[in-house]
């Protein structure tokens, strides 16, 4: 999935984002890049489980203890929290990766519950953003099951993964977005071009421009 490897897309979209912001949202991108990098290095579902069982109580225990030596619970328990989002909320974006875990199949119900468990980071950061009257569910799950059918293997499974994704993309990019919840909506227009059968490579003129007018108008 997803890898925090140096993107200009990414840091285009956090300097989008208002300042007061910017940094918890990359706290939640930073804790949905290290739940993707587990699933990729993880092969057996038992351990698989066991890791993800740790980061539910690791982020469950944000809300009454200080956070442990691990930099992406510093960065949540420093920029997320003291915007009133709760670490115990966050526990939902780790169910949503535990699908990939505990479902030997992916079938379309299975791909609706990883997508919803895991566009609750958009709820989570529109929040810290300011974003007011946005569509942040549809875009949030559009977003995770884009992101999974660009990662899937069995053309199948990619496909139905995109028949899922692209009428949510479609609902939440035919709205106007807020000032504040722009960084969010341009991360829904990325998913959506990434579903086109000609999607351009990151960091595309195409691509920055439709940030660019994104970003000018909320469209």
């Known amino acids: ?12 979209i956090l300097a989008y984002a208002p300042a007061q912001g910017r940094a918890g949202l990359a706290a939640l ?3 949905d890049d290290a739940l993707a990098k587990l699933l990729r290095t993880t ?4 351990l698989g489980q066991m890791r ?23 960065g949540l328990e420093a920029e997320v929290l003291r915007h009133g989002v709760t670490g ?12 990939m875990v505990e479902e030997e199949e992916l079938n379309p119900e299975a791909m609706r519950r990883f997508g919803e468990g895991r566009g609750q980071l958009f709820a989570a950061a529109g929040v810290l953003l300011g974003s007011t009257g946005d569509p942040l569910a549809a875009a ?3 977003w995770a099951l884009a992101d999974l059918a660009g990662n899937l293997e069995a053309d199948a499974e990619r496909a139905m993964a995109r028949d899922l994704a692209s009428p949510l993309l479609g609902v939440a990019l035919a709205a106007r977005w807020s000032r ?19 999607a351009k490579s990151a960091g595309a003129p195409s691509r920055v421009g ?10």
Do not use: C, F, Y
């Open 180 to 198: 504040g919840g722009r960084a969010l909506g341009a991360l829904a227009h990325l998913a959506r071009l990434d579903l086109s059968d000609d």
């Open 52 to 74: 993800l069982a740790w980061w539910r109580e690791a982020l469950e225990k944000l809300d009454h203890a200080p956070a442990p030596a691990e930099p992406v619970l510093k």
């Open 29 to 31: 991108l930073a804790l």
């Open 88 to 99: 115990a909320s966050l526990v939902q974006i780790v169910h949503g990766w535990e699908v």
């Open 1 to 12: 999935m997803t890898g925090v490897v140096e993107d200009p897309e990414r840091n285009l």
């Open 140 to 142: 949030g799950q559009g």
């Open 210 to 219: 439709r940030l660019l007018w994104h970003r000018l108008t909320g469209r």
């Open 43 to 46: 092969r057996e579902p038992a």
